[in-house]
């Protein structure tokens, strides 16, 4: 379960969020807001990446700013930006050796890039690639090592519909606690227990 224990942060002058407490229990949670509401900041501090102001995240129990909880957690976010100079191979090689799980095949045939359509594009530049692309690289990192909560920021943006598909159906197979800032409320299709929150300038809501 994640949790925030009275979390304010601060930039500059400006407060994104005062005194935050909120438990997550639902196994499915979807976050809308305005741009510039806070909801990648939000998504950030959650998995431990952004130090809160004040206040500490939690997930299970555990503060989700330690290192031992990297692999516990999974993000995919527009303001975690990765390494333009690695090729696609050498990108999804790297993690894979981070988290410790290199897979038995090869790239071109590991399950997620062929679901997302990456195999042609697997020894192209990181900084090369297409918006969508780099979408499903980003996505795919964030599963690779199946963490137990998955954190994911506008996932569908820029993808095709036999990608978006796709990730429906990863949605739907995942068994971890799965967090997603979206312009889209129904970003999922087939899911019973959602929170629907919104995040708004006199903080979060139930919506």
């Known amino acids: 379960m994640l949790s925030f224990e009275q979390v304010s942060h601060h930039f500059g002058a400006r407060t994104l ?14 976050l809308t807001g305005a ?8 998504l950030l501090i959650a998995a431990g990446i952004l130090i809160p ?13 330690e290192t031992a909880m990297r692999r516990t957690i999974g993000i995919s976010a527009s303001k975690v930006n ?3 100079f690695f090729k696609v191979t ?3 090689a790297f993690h894979a050796r981070q988290f410790h799980c290199v897979p038995d ?21 990181v900084q ?22 998955l954190l994911l920021d506008e996932p569908t ?28 409320p129904q970003v999922f299709s087939s899911a019973n227990d959602v929170r629907h929150l919104h995040l708004d300038a006199s903080g979060v809501h139930d919506k």
Not at 17 to 30: D, H
Not at 55 to 63: D, E, K, L
Not at 135 to 146: F, N, P, Q, T
């Open 90 to 92: 050498e990108m999804l």
């Open 35 to 42: 741009n510039g509401s806070g909801k990648t900041t939000l």
């Open 105 to 125: 095949c090869h790239w071109a045939d590991y399950p997620w890039v062929t679901a997302f359509g990456l195999t042609p594009f697997i020894n192209t530049r």
């Open 128 to 149: 090369d690639l297409s918006l969508g692309n780099y979408k499903k690289l980003s996505l795919i990192l964030a599963l690779m090592h199946e963490p137990e909560l």
């Open 53 to 65: 102001s004040l206040g500490a995240v939690r997930f299970n129990q555990q503060n989700v700013a």
């Open 157 to 184: 943006n820029g993808l095709d519909d036999k990608t978006r598909d796709a990730l429906q159906g990863c949605f739907a197979a995942y068994k971890g606690q799965l967090v997603i800032a979206s312009h889209e």
């Open 17 to 30: 969020f005062g005194n935050l407490t909120l438990s997550l229990p639902e196994p499915r949670v979807v």
């Open 82 to 84: 990765l390494p333009g």
